[in-house]
C-alpha cells in the first residue's frame, strides 16, 4: 500500500503533518453503494500513515473514515501541541485528547456525525487537557451535549474557546479560567451560564442570537473588548451596564433603533463601531459620558437622518468615521468643539449638503477623505468651492483622490 510506503513512523524529524483526502469526493461516497468500502478505505490509509511519536502538530480534512486509527485514539503521539480535525463528517467520537500533556491549540470543524462530547474525551487523567490554551468547535450541526470530565479538573489554563453553528447544543462544561469567548449561532440558553462563570473574560463576541438575556455581562468586571453581531438588541438591554473597563465596542447588523442606555456609562471606552441599518439615531445624552472615546465609526444605512449634537461631548476624539448614510443631509455644528479631532472620513453619504463652519476651528485635523458624496466634491474645490474656506487648513484632502 502507498501509504504505508510512506513509512512516516520512521520520520523523527517530522514536526509538522497535514493530511488531507480530495474534496472532489464528498458527493460520491453517499450515493454510491460501494459507501461502506470508501470509508474502510480511509481508514486503512490513515491507520497505515502513523507518524513518529515526535510529531507535534497534526491537521487532518475531509477524513470519510467512521473511527479515528488506533494510534489516535491510543495516543501514540505524545508530545502533539496542536491538532485540527476539520471535515472529518462521519466520525461519531473524538480520541481520548484530554491525556495529551502539551496540547495547546485544538480545532474541531464540521464533524455532523459526531452528537456527544463525553468522557472519553478527557481520558483518564487527574487533570484533562493540563495545556490547552485554545479550543475551538465549528459547526457540528448535530452535537447536543459536551459532558464534564466527572469530577475531574479540566482545561485548568483554558483561555479561548470558539464555539460556532452548533444549533443543537445544550450542555458544554463551564469554565471559569476563559479571557476570549466567540459564540455564534448556539441555542441561547447556553448563553447566560457559560458567560456567568466566565468571570475573567476580557474579550467576548457574541452573534447570530434573536435576543440576549438580561444581566447576561453583569459579571464582566474586566471585559476589554466587546461585539455583538447581527443580534436583536433592545434598546432597553443592561447589555452595557456595569462595564466600567470596557474599551472597544463593536455593534453591528443588530436591530436595533437606539442605542443601549448603558452607552453613557463607558468612561473606559475608547473605539465606538456602529454598524445597523435599523439605527436611527445617536442619543443626545448617552454620548455624554464616552469621555475617553477617541475613534467612532458609523455607518446605518437608510435610517440614520441625523447625528446628534452629543458630539460636543466627545473631547477625546480623534477618528470619526462616517459611512453609508444617505438620508444625512448635514454634521452637527458642535462638531466644532472637537478639538483633538485628527482624522475626518465621511463615504457613501449622497445627501450631506455641506460641511459645517465650525470644521475651520478644528486645529489638529490633519486627514479629510470624502467619498461618494457629489454635494460636497463640488463645495470642497479648491478655492472655488463654498466650503474650501472651512477646509483649507487641513494638510491631507483627499475627495475621490483627487491629488491635494
Known sequence: MEAKNANLIKKHNLRSLSL????????????????????????????????????????????????????M???????????????????????????LRFLKVL????????????????????????????????????????????????FPLLSSLTIESCPKLVKLPMIQSLKQLYIRGTNVTLLTPLIMNATVL??????????????????????????????SLKSSSDLLDNLSCLKY?????????????????????????????SLVSLPVNGLQGLCSLSSLYILSG??????????????????????????????????????????LDINGCSNLMSLPQGVRNLNALETLRIRGCPHLKRRCKKVRGEDWPNIAHIPSIDIFNQDW
Open 302 to 343: 437608510n435610517s440614520l437622518a441625523s447625528l446628534s449634537e452629543g458630539l460636543q461631548y466627545l473631547t477625546s476624539l480623534q477618528d470619526l468615521f462616517i459611512n453609508g448614510c444617505p438620508r444625512l443631509t448635514s454634521l452637527p455644528r458642535s462638531i466644532q468643539h472637537l478639538t483633538l479631532l485628527s482624522l
Open 107 to 154: 480545532n474541531i470543524c464540521r464533524i455532523s456525525a459526531l452528537k456527544y462530547i463525553d468522557d472519553t474525551f478527557y481520558g483518564d487523567m487527574e487533570s484533562s487537557f493540563p495545556s490547552l490554551e485554545v479550543l475551538s468547535i465549528r459547526e457540528a450541526l448535530c452535537l447536543e451535549e459536551w459532558t464534564t470530565a466527572n469530577g475531574r479538573e479540566h
Open 249 to 277: 465596542l463593536n455593534i453591528q447588523g443588530c436591530s436595533i433603533e437606539s442605542l443601549p442606555a448603558g452607552l453613557q456609562n463607558l468612561s473606559s471606552l475608547k473605539s465606538l463601531d456602529l454598524d445597523c441599518d
Open 73 to 99: 485514539m491510543d495516543l501514540l503521539l505524545p508530545n502533539l501541541v496542536e491538532i485540527s480535525l476539520e471535515n472529518c463528517e462521519r466520525c461519531h467520537q473524538l480520541p481520548p485528547l484530554g491525556k
Open 202 to 231: 476580557t474579550s467576548l463576541q457574541i452573534s447570530d442570537f434573536n435576543e440576549l438575556p438580561d444581566g447576561l455581562l453583569q459579571n464582566q468586571k474586566q471585559l476589554d473588548t466587546l461585539s455583538v453581531l447581527s443580534c
Open 20 to 71: 488531507s483526502w480530495p474534496v472532489s469526493r464528498d458527493l460520491s461516497w453517499r450515493i454510491s453503494s460501494n459507501e461502506s468500502s470508501s470509508h474502510q478505505n480511509d481508514e486503512e490509509i490513515l491507520s497505515a500513515l502513523q507518524p513518529h511519536s515526535n510529531l507535534k502538530k497534526l491537521c487532518i480534512f475531509d477524513y470519510q473514515g467512521l473511527m479515528f486509527p488506533y494510534w
